[in-house]
């Protein structure tokens, strides 16, 4: 049977099964073929289709799976227990994939910090997805030191950070800022991303005195919003 002759939802599945029976929705918009559907919003129908087939279950947002493969894919991924530590860290280091990628489609060199190079976004090692084997030389070393630990940085074409993203998926908020402080001469943005539920956390500690030379400059991102970012990757140019 032709592609053509197929419904919307099963080409989904096939592309799905192709990838290895799972997808993000940045992945299914770059790889089904659209030419024959007839709606001008793909990436919504897509997105659809997902969410309300039965053949689907989520594995974090903007991240789905088919039915058939749960068992082999919360295997591949170390999920299978929910374990709750696994689950922190596969999460952390998703946000941090999906950073990575938006930071490359948008032409940035790309950082994540050396104790972060080995894990896991999705099947590859953050390393392989980064432009940057270190960070660049920009600062003063007992600077330099604590922006090395930042969990993505994107620097620019003159070698200078351009953005500072930490992701705060259960660890103190309040860290990241400080971190934040430390670089605040910098001309470049400063991202806390984190769930929804954090928003409130966040600003409640942005409020405290110390942190008013930055109050400012803080950006506080969801993680729905890192997902739809990189969802809309190959047809418009985002920079969070």
Known sequence: MHNKMKTQT??????????????TFGQLNHLID?????????????????????????????????????NDVLSKFQLKTQNRRQ???????????LIVEIGNMNKFQTYVPPQDKNRLFLEKPLKELTGLPEIYNFTYPE?????????????????????????????????SLTKFFELQDYFARFFIIADESRRRQFSDIMKKSIFAPIKNRVIFADYE????????????????
């Open 10 to 23: 099963e080409q989904v599945i096939d592309v799905m099964r192709q990838n290895g029976g799972y997808a």
């Open 143 to 175: 600077i330099l030191r604590k922006a090395a630990t930042i969990d993505v940085i994107w620097f620019n074409e003159r070698k200078l950070p351009h953005s500072f993203f930490e992701v705060e998926h259960s660890t103190d908020i309040q860290n």
């Open 87 to 97: 689950v922190e860290l596969f999460t952390h280091s998703y946000y941090q994939g």
């Open 225 to 240: 919003n890192i997902v739809n970012q990189h969802s809309n990757m190959s047809k418009t140019k985002y920079v969070i």
């Open 34 to 70: 659209f030419s024959t559907w007839k709606t001008k919003t793909p990436y919504a129908t897509v997105r659809r289709i997902v969410q309300l087939s039965d053949a689907f279950f989520k594995i974090q947002p903007g991240l789905w799976a088919l039915k058939e493969f749960e």
